[in-house]
């Protein structure tokens, strides 16, 4: 929980990460040049006081994660969304079995979400089954950019997807996190483009699709889309640390997301460890679209509650006491008994 | 002008299709030797991930622009610290042509994705002069009667030119500014959308320009200059 100025906000970190980048994990020159792009992300985003080292950008640990999160950072729940990429590390970047004992340790703080890739055919739909039953899966993170074998990159509405879609539907994986990396084949068309989610978002109404980057580098699809399409969300990661450097253009960013879909679809992630949440909760309370923006609405305390909180944890049922929930008569989330 | 400055001013004319500002301007450009009539040159990009067909459409328009000057001999482009760096510059190389570089992963050609990105180009050239007269007073509904001929001759006006000569847009005087992607100009009713779809993509677009220029600076430890 967060207080500022009389007033008490509920935080679910939407989006974070255990991973393990070292250099005995990087299976080849692309494990280096992933977590190195990373850490540029990292430092030219984030205010200097809060830039980490590059040894332990490599990797955290479960202590440093929870420190960071719920320590120091607000964090009242956080959300894994791990990344597999099988083809640039050993034992893949999201460190899967040491974020789930650490789930499991503090079920009321943390929730494992996993990842499926449908090149896996038929191995990998049963390996979803137990998946599912093993991490009592609600959501997953789907990376298209992901590498396989030859390819190097997949799309939402290929056929398989649409069998591993189903069947996460069948199971009770409501959530889906997609994270629009470039997808390469084929390289001739723009690969970030967001149509694939549009197609899967009409033809599965009862799941939810959350767009990490809220669609950016192409924000004006995902915009549309979203419009057509009430079952899609914007995650915040990437886009909201520009509050820092550009707030200007974060402000821009805020005021299209809640113009094209409403304040109850957007989301609010740190991306750990690519930034640290507190910072963020804190200068995401204080900002305020400029004054000259007069295309844009200023930005209420009920929003900035919906977004840094509210709105995943009804969305992932997480119980919210009672004095954070705001007022109103439709139920935000499920308050605790 | 001497052939490196010949040289360099022939890379302006090389544009990023996805932030559409010329490869120059975004210090994509690392380094460029001339001796005699042979050109090296290296171009770096702000992350080793960036998507690699806009990679290789810069490199190779490069390449064309610099083979297309009447002295240069042997031109050599090749891109530093990509994950596809060996694939691209092989194929550069070797004249490949983008079939011959990424032979699978390829179609067609890359025509379909540079003509989307001049669509958006000329998407956000039309916003930035409409908002513009917006902030001025101008009604959002009467955008549709707004002619070319109604702009003051300025960089704006002069960029928004360009954009239309680029999709094949006719610029004369009494056409209207407020039009899609084939000159047709919006049903009034529609106006106002199709102003905020118009700024999302121009939003889209500048918000790109300013992390790619963020990320390159803090990839080569450049001076980021915030515009």
Redesign the interface.
Known sequence: MYSKDGENYFIVDAHVALWDARPENQRNI?GK??I??FY??H???SPESEVWPYQEYLYQGGDRLMHDLFEVGYVDHAIFQPAYLGEFYNNGFGQTEEAFRLTEANPDKLTYNHFWDPRFGETGLKQLREDAKRFNLKGCKLYT?EWHG?S?GWKLDDPWSYRYLETAQELGIKNIHIHK??T?????????DVADVDKVASDFTEMNFVVEHCG?????DF??IATQEPNVHAGLAVAIP?MH??PK?FA??IG?LL??LDEDRIQFSSDYALWTPRWLVEMFVDFQIPEDMT?YAPLTTAQKKKILGLNAAAMYDIPVPAELQLPREEPQAVAVA | MGRQEDAWRALDAVVDPELDEPITDLNFVRSLDVTGADVVVHLRLPTSFCAPNFAYLMASDAKDVLTALPWTRRVVVELDDHHDSDLINTGLAADAGYRGTFTHEAEQDLEELRTTFRRKAHTAAMERVLTRMVRGGHAVEDLGRVTIGDLPLDDATRALLRRRAAIGLRTGDDLPVFVDHSGSPYPEVELPLQLRLARSTRISIEGNAHFCRGLLATRYDLEDKVS
């Open positions: 692309h040049q992933f190195d792009c540029d992300y430092r030219n985003l950019a030859e190097r990396g470039p390469i084949r084929p390289l001739d068309r723009d690969a970030f950016l580098p192409r924000l004006e915009c549309w520009f450097t550009r253009y821009q960013i299209e113009y094209w295309e």
